[in-house]
């Protein structure tokens, strides 16, 4: 290598080190101006055009890289990296696997690879690639804490607890690691230190830190000022907005206007079970409607209805966020609805590129964005008070009485058993709450053991079926000296028709503080089983009185705790 490109290259690794992407990119295009055979210069173009977020330009300069040096693990570990951004994560997996056979103990080639066959759905092959990545770097953070998030979605939540303790004791101020453990701890029911789990984290959101990620703080949190600290932050970190925005201000000329609703769960969800009506009922002489379906390909009655309910239905899980953006983009959609928020499966990205003219945050997640590129929140003067308006990035569209839609097509099934079969005693009053456990915290649990001790003859009816989660929630019981024998748990169960019938059996339900009931209890209330709610100050705890203001139950709305 000759000193000019020797010197250049230097300049332009130092100007990627720094993150200046744009000055790197130039020096490297300069290079292979002169010598478009330079293995370093092409490597590296590839790489931060990657970072960049382009992973399908990228591509060309990677596998470009690994024709010219075959068995070069690190080009061949990027262009897995890239082919995994692109949508092809199988592919992704084969590049990377040629990086192994060249140098078996590289353990950025195992965790790449192990994000690989995350994002195929293969989770215990996920698993064993991040264990050996571990064993070969013991502190390799990122890898510990993305074993954290496989563990907890497979719900082994121990051992998620753990590895996210893992994380902090390796790095205290690994972003959102603090949020996860904390999070991780209420999934459990893991009391222990909920106040100072709870405190520390919303001090570091108050900071700025990248503490926790927006839908774990809405479980923490029920201050909206606070809220929307932490959804800037993250939205800012993670999913910063577009430099060159798809849609760039053209006006679309439709003699009808083009919806896309984007979501991963059209499908067996909660989402779709309340929105299923909505999608069906769009007026079609003014509307054009399409579904932009994430994630794998799915089949059952609901996804066939929710087919039927689209004028188009686009499977799109194969390919990257810019390639379903583009696809929104190419379609002239007028109006795009993400579904998800940060929920899990959603794709950020795809807005952050700004597809459409108008985008709109609706259903599912009760919560600020805080990004700039959605322009709207759909909510109701209930759980968003205006007066609360300052607190969103976004701005509001009411609807009236409730924003939650409900599917007013579902069965309403009489119980297919008996309480003695279901586990419940014969006679007694059953409370119940069918929400996910992560909401139950140990204020609100409290007052349920009040309730039991006063009212004789009574249990308390919980959806829970990991072992931890039993395990607390019984012992809690127990030093509220309450018999552990007065909860009865109910499994999950996956046929959505079962779950409505058996909620006949219950008295009452209880709900939860600072994150309601929100499709838990459109269920109850469908089923004629009546809620007891008290709304807090963020919309995740205003939800379930919403739904009782606007069916005429006021008198079901607690003032305080």
Known sequence: ????????????????????????????????????????????LGVAILQSGAPEAALGHLGQAVRLRPDNPEALVNLGNALRESGRPEHAVTAIDRALRVRPTLPQAH??????????????????????????????????????VALQEIKRLDEAQEAFAHVLRLNPDCPYAAGKHCYTRLLCCDWSHFDADRDAVIAGVRAGR?????????????????????????????????PQPLWRGERYRHDRIRVAY???????????????????RHDRSIFEITAIALGPNRTGALRQRLVSAFDHFLEVGSKSPRAIAETIRAREIDIAVDLM??????????????????????????????????????????VIP?????????????????????DDLRARPAPDQSRIAAGLPATGFVFCCFNNPYKITPKVFAIWMQLLREVPGSV?????????????????????????????????????ERHLARQALADLFLDTLPFNAHTTANEALWMGLPLLTCPGASFASRVAASQLRAIGLPELIATDL
């Open 111 to 148: 965790y790449n690879r192990a994000l690989a066959l995350y994002q195929q759905g293969d989770l215990a092959g996920a698993l064993a690639a991040y264990d050996q990545a571990i064993s070969l770097q013991p502190g390799y953070v990122e890898a510990v804490f993305n074993r954290g």
């Open 262 to 280: 984007v979501s991963a769960d059209f499908h067996d969800h909660p989402a779709a079970h309340l929105a299923a009506g909505l999608f069906e």
């Open 341 to 382: 928020g940060y929920t899990q499966g959603s794709q950020p990205e795809i807005f952050a590129l700004r597809p459409a003219p108008v985008q709109i945050a609706f259903l599912g997640q009760p919560a600020t964005t805080g990004a700039p590129y959605i322009d709207y929140l759909i909510a109701d003067p209930f």
């Open 1 to 44: 290598m000759n000193h000019d490109i020797a010197s250049r290259l230097r300049a332009a690794v130092q100007a990627h080190q720094a993150g200046r992407l744009d000055i790197a990119t130039a020096g490297y295009r300069k290079i292979l101006k002169g010598d478009p055979q330079h293995f370093d210069a092409r490597h590296l």
């Open 460 to 496: 308390l009816w919980l959806l829970a079926d990991q072992p931890r989660v039993l395990a607390n929630l019984r012992a809690a019981a127990q030093a509220a000296g309450v018999s552990p024998d007065r909860l009865i748990f109910a499994p999950r169960i996956a046929d959505n």
């Open 386 to 406: 205006e007066h609360h308006a300052a607190y969103f990035s976004e701005q509001l569209v009411y609807l009236p009485d409730c924003y939650l839609v409900c």
């Open 210 to 242: 990248r503490v926790c990620d927006p839908f774990s703080f809405a479980g923490i949190d029920d201050n909206p000022e606070t809220q929307l600290c932490c959804a800037k932050t993250y939205a800012t970190h993670r999913f910063p907005p577009a």
